[in-house]
């Protein structure tokens, strides 16, 4: 049959209403969910996209991310495509050759995700640092904006805040002619409407914390639902609402400030606290690189384990860091459990692989500040990057 067919080329046949790929969400706390996206779905994404990051046809467009994420695939192929710009895809991020790979393919527009703006962040000064074509980096909000201004400095660059997620759209982007405000991850942008639910769906006001949803006001501007997995969509779309998952607030001028996920909300023995909070006072020691905090179970009783990432070459004492907890956060809410490690596990897009941590979480190096008599921890290894 199929050397009797013809050899002529099929005319297409598709609506733009019909799916054209699947993305994957990160993983990183638990299995990836595969995402439909129509073909309308994806050019209106890229189009809501460059004109919110202001990218031009002389642009070339890099991410070293996967092409089965939403950064790559439609955030820089699509742009590049609309606009007959250059898309440049890279093996994998590798912050030791990161720059190598920028000046290659002579990128004037990267996305970072995850970790990456703090591994690159955190490489020793050099010389070559302003050495490199790059214009605008553009990633998920960072909330460090001495971080954030120092890394513009550094490399000659704007960096641009903005928030959304895979299973929805990019909703919100800092405005270019407005500097970074502290904490923000940038303003809803047309065509959606974001808004703060409380746990029963009604709307909060400004400065209040709940869970973001959003909707667009035009057809097909988001992506569509889990494939294969009706009851996952039918309970994140409810009441007309995407529900995000995320908890955040918009604050009096309409930015949006994104506070941690609501699976990240601890119970138990740090009750009243989110495990982004936690993180970010861990982050703040002198002597911590990374963290992550995860929740955990020891029979009855459910608390929250840390897990610490220290500064090459630093030794660390577990009651340094209970303590710069203790200060930060109240006795209360400071971590029982911790852990020091050389690195912590990351999906392919650089986010914290938290289901791993939580698999198998209790091991002979975690520490038990019930039971802690206050020994040292082992220094770190030295990091390759």
């Known amino acids: 049959e199929l050397e009797a067919a013809s050899s002529a080329r099929p005319e297409p046949v598709a609506n733009e209403t019909d799916l054209a790929m699947l993305l994957c969400t990160s993983g990183s706390t638990g299995a990836p969910k595969a995402c439909t996206v129509p073909h309308r779905t994806a050019i209106r994404m890229g189009e809501i996209h460059l004109e919110s990051l202001g990218l031009r046809s002389t642009d070339v467009l890099f991410s070293p991310f996967p092409l089965f994420h939403v950064d790559a695939a439609i955030l820089t192929v699509v742009p590049a495509l609309l606009l007959g710009a250059c898309a440049a895809i890279g093996q994998g991020f590798n912050p030791s050759t990161f720059w190598d790979e920028v000046r290659t393919a002579n990128a004037t527009v990267v996305d970072f995700m995850g970790d990456s703006l703090n591994l690159l962040a955190n490489q020793p000064a050099t010389a070559g640092d302003l050495e490199n074509p790059l214009r605008l980096v553009w990633g998920a909000h960072v909330s460090d904006l001495a971080l954030g201004a120092e890394f513009e400095r550094r490399f000659e660059l704007r960096l641009i805040s903005n928030y959304g997620l895979t299973d929805a759209a990019i909703v919100a982007y800092q405005p270019l002619d407005q500097p970074a405000r502290l904490g923000a991850a940038g303003m809803p942008v047309?065509?959606?409407?974001?808004?703060?639910?409380?746990?029963?769906?009604?709307?909060?006001?400004?400065?209040?914390?709940?869970?973001?949803?959003?909707?667009s006001l035009e057809p097909w501007a988001m992506t569509t639902g889990y494939y294969g997995m009706p009851a996952a969509t039918a309970a994140r779309s409810r009441n007309l609402w995407f529900h995000t998952?995320?908890?955040?607030?918009?604050?009096?001028?309409?930015?949006?400030?994104?506070?941690?996920?609501?699976?990240?909300?601890?119970?138990?023995?740090?009750?009243?606290?989110?495990?982004?909070?936690?993180?970010?006072?861990v982050a703040s020691h002198p002597g911590v690189v990374e963290s992550a905090a995860v929740r955990v179970a020891t029979g009855a009783t459910q608390g929250v384990k840390i897990c610490v990432v220290p500064r090459a070459g630093v030794s660390l004492a577990a009651d340094d860091i209970w303590a710069h907890c203790d200060a930060h956060l109240g006795a209360e809410r400071t971590p029982r459990y911790l852990e020091i490690v050389a690195a912590l596990p990351k999906t392919p897009t650089h986010k914290v692989e938290k289901s791993r941590l939580e698999r198998g979480w209790l091991t002979p190096a975690t520490v038990d500040r019930a039971n802690a008599s206050g020994q040292d921890l082992a220094p770190a290894p030295e990091r390759s990057e």
Do not use: M, T
Not at 202 to 213: M, N, T
Not at 252 to 267: C, I, N, P, Q, T
């Open 245 to 281: 998952g995320d908890l955040g607030e918009l604050d009096e001028d309409g930015y949006l400030h994104v506070r941690g996920r609501k699976s990240d909300e601890a119970g138990g023995q740090g009750a009243g606290v989110l495990l982004s909070d936690v993180e970010d006072v």
């Open 190 to 215: 047309h065509p959606y409407d974001v808004r703060i639910f409380d746990e029963f769906d009604d709307e909060l006001g400004a400065g209040e914390v709940g869970e973001i949803v959003v909707r």
